[in-house]
């Protein structure tokens, strides 16, 4: 998976490539489905969630540019496959999920596998966690129809946010840097993700 769907569309990060081949993907896909594991491709998770495709995981992971000394938030657990991939790579790691089910079995798979350096919440994420930051990172696996404030507010200085920005059907990439008090934003390309839910994202 990681030599022909990663390393070969470009992603040179090795920090990256090693973690994404440390990480077991089918421990984090149902039972029944999980022949697909290594296929590029999001699959269904329950609750109407996905893990998204090893290659779109190994982008924004490399997009935040992670050196192994930063403290990153995370908007959207889901299955943990990205949560594991980014504890690999900072040193700490706060993930929040709205879904109390999926967040609970996140909790347990990284358990099984030592994985020490996590505090696992569920709320709303479009808030980000005003009472943790500030952030070096955020990293988003929701699409949002613009940038949280909340997110922006929560940043450290020179830190980065890479989300899905767009409607709730198509969306762009994007990684935005704060320098100087500014946001500067890149787009990185297309994308699809699920919405963002909560106040800062899209209504129910």
């Not at 998770?45 to 935040?64: C, K």
């Not at 966690?129 to 990172?137: L, N, Q």
Request: charged share 25%; proline share 6%; with cysteine.
């Amino acid at each position: 998976m990681v030599e022909d769907q990663i390393r070969r569309r470009g992603i040179r990060d090795e920090r990256v490539l090693s973690a994404m081949e440390e990480v077991p993907r089918h421990l984090f896909v149902p039972e029944e489905i999980r022949h697909l594991a290594y296929t590029d491709a999001p699959l269904p998770i329950g609750e109407g969630q996905t893990i998204s495709q090893p290659y779109i995981v190994a982008e924004m992971t490399a997009a935040l540019r992670l050196s192994g000394t930063e403290k990153v938030l995370e908007i959207g657990t889901g299955s943990g496959y990205q949560t594991a991939i980014l504890a690999r790579l900072c040193r700490e790691l706060e993930t929040i999920e709205r879904l109390p089910s999926l967040s609970a079995d996140a909790r347990v798979r990284l358990a099984t596998m030592d994985i020490g350096n996590v505090t696992f919440v569920v709320g709303d994420g479009s808030l980000g966690s005003p009472g943790h930051a500030p952030f070096d990172r955020i990293l988003s696996a929701a699409a949002s129809p613009s940038v949280p404030a909340p997110w922006v507010s929560q940043l450290s200085e020179g830190g980065v946010i890479v989300l899905p920005v767009g409607d709730r059907y198509e969306q762009e990439l994007t990684r935005v840097t704060l320098r100087c008090g500014r946001t500067e934003t890149e787009v990185l390309g297309g994308c699809r993700f699920v919405p963002l839910v909560g106040m800062y994202g899209f209504h129910r």
